[in-house]
């Protein structure tokens, strides 16, 4: 096993976990390693493995840590004595297996007489006894000598051959030996062939717990832009409050300014003495109500329920104009009747005001189509290690460097999503590149100045994973070689 570093771990005095506060995967760990935290000695692993919910990379001690708690210390993990002793039974085994075959071998070539005796590879089979090859060669002889004298001698033969502990019955049990041991290995590549498909079951579960946080993704966006356009409507309707409170406190100033004018009117005695407002004589000061004058009192909670607005370019606006209320402190206009051919609309210094029945386009507030968005409309370089200031998906179209398709100048053609952290510390960019054909790839930046890692490419059909991509596999496969060697 390659030796095993953690930048940074932490554990209590007394316990048996030991967190990975650094991230570094603990997958390769295997029980009774060795973990040597800062200057202790080794102590034994039990297992290891990634605790739910917190997602924290977990090593748990076969008994609990023996000296002080350490808080993101350094540690690494050495194999042991115990590996050791696996690998010397295994060479023990294969030698014993190896070598006793091999005195059989050299004694079915150099014996004198007599026979040899091969054992049984596998438990449930026998083993074999033939007879060497000076015995084989003594016994033709003996055969071929008889053979002019006699066709009995013949026969005799061809039983040797052909007969029960013939040279065919063992030929025959050689086959079956080379069979079984044909078999044993099949079993191995059908064992290696499902841990590629369970790999490739795993990066497809990953694919889809990828795609529902995209969908969340996109509808957090969605209620963000429904919100951002209530925001707009209310402060529509907010200056268009603020515009009738502006033109009734310019009527309440003009109806002052009347009121002035017939007092003065009065003072003068510009009209006739006798002359009554609602029966009152103006021969005298006199008092008058609402009533008098055909007004709705203030006193006692009486307010105006409604407010008109004429068309200031028609002679006759009557029907033409603007009927307006509040209620709950919300302001409604509406056309007094349907004698007006437009619609009811708001107008600030000219300029028309968006409201629910009157969205802006992307035009309006100087946006891009959706289908015309590329790097070259927001303005960006080719170079994609510069594309990183904003959230944004993107096409792709031309020749960019830093592509995952190489550092320097290549073609690309495809799309490039762009996710930007909050934050400059650490992971604070991620890329992703979806080029035509279906390969997918991605890789992430960290740091303030930005460093990017290098491209990862997504596994699928048309990119399936080399042994050397698959933990484990390259082991069970070593394995496999070693066993076949052994003769097992």
């Known amino acids: 096993m390659n030796w095993y570093t953690a930048e940074r771990v932490t554990v209590s005095s007394g316990s048996t976990i030991v967190r990975v506060v650094s991230g570094e995967s603990v997958a390769a760990i295997r029980a009774h390693d060795g973990l040597e935290i800062n ?3 080794a102590v034994d692993i039990e297992l290891t493995y990634t605790e739910e919910g917190t997602g924290d990379q977990v090593i748990q001690l076969v008994r609990p840590w023996p000296h002080a708690s350490q808080t993101e210390q350094a540690a690494q993990v050495v194999p042991t004595a115990a590996h050791f002793n ?3 039974q295994v060479l023990t085994n294969t030698y014993e297996h190896v070598f006793a075959q091999l005195g059989s071998y050299f004694s079915f070539g150099t ?6 005796t091969f054992k049984a590879v596998r438990v449930d089979e026998s083993d074999v006894t033939v007879r060497c090859i000076n015995q084989w060669d003594a016994d033709l002889s003996t055969l071929e000598a008889s053979a002019s004298s006699s066709v009995a001698d013949l026969n005799a033969i061809d039983t040797a051959i052909n007969g029960s502990g013939g040279l065919v019955e063992v030929a025959a049990q050689v086959s079956d030996d080379l069979e079984a041991v044909d078999a044993v290995l099949s079993g191995y590549v059908a064992t290696a062939k499902t841990y590629r498909d369970n790999a490739l079951t795993y990066r497809n579960t990953a694919e889809n717990y990828r795609d529902e946080a995209e969908g969340l993704r996109d509808t957090t966006y969605s209620y963000r832009n429904e919100v951002s356009g209530w925001h707009t409507s209310i402060s529509g309707w907010k200056t268009a409050a603020e515009s009738a409170r502006d033109l009734a406190e310019q009527y309440r100033d003009e109806a002052e300014a ?4 017939a007092g003065q009117i009065v003072g003068g005695n510009y009209v006739d003495q006798s002359t009554t407002v609602n029966g009152k004589a103006l021969s005298e000061d ?3 109500d609402h009533e008098d004058v055909g007004a709705i009192s203030s006193v006692g909670g009486k307010h105006l329920k409604y407010f008109y607005f004429g068309d200031y370019d028609e002679t006759d606006s009557a029907n033409k104009g603007i009927r307006g209320y509040v209620r709950d402190k919300e302001i ?3 056309a007094d009747t349907g004698e007006e051919s437009r619609g009811t609309e708001l107008y600030l210094d000219g300029k028309r005001v968006y409201h629910t029945g009157h969205l802006p386009d992307a035009g309006d507030v100087e946006a891009l189509p959706e289908h015309q968005v590329t790097t070259s409309a927001y303005g960006y370089s080719t170079d994609l290690n510069k594309i990183t200031d904003k959230n944004l998906i993107t096409t792709l179209s031309g020749s960019y460097t830093n592509s995952p398709l190489g550092s320097g100048s290549s073609n690309v053609t495809g799309i490039l999503k762009v996710e930007r952290r909050a934050f400059d510390a650490g992971f604070a960019v991620y890329q992703e590149v979806k080029i035509q054909g279906g390969s997918v790839h991605w890789r992430y930046g960290t740091g303030q100045p930005l460093v990017f890692g290098d491209w990862n490419q ?4 048309n990119h399936l994973p080399e042994i050397s991509e698959v933990v484990g ?4 496969l070593d394995e496999i070689e070693l066993f076949a060697l052994a003769g097992l």
């Not at 009347?258 to 004018?261: G, L, R, Y």
């Not at 997504?458 to 059909?461: G, K, L, T, V």
């Open 458 to 461: 997504d596994f699928s059909e």
């Open 86 to 88: 696996d690998s010397v």
């Open 111 to 116: 014996q004198a007489t007599g026979n040899v």
């Open 473 to 476: 596999l390259q082991d069970k």
């Open 258 to 261: 009347f009121k002035d004018q």
């Open 286 to 288: 006199i008092v008058l």
């Open 332 to 334: 409604f206009l509406a």
């Open 39 to 41: 200057s202790f000695n």
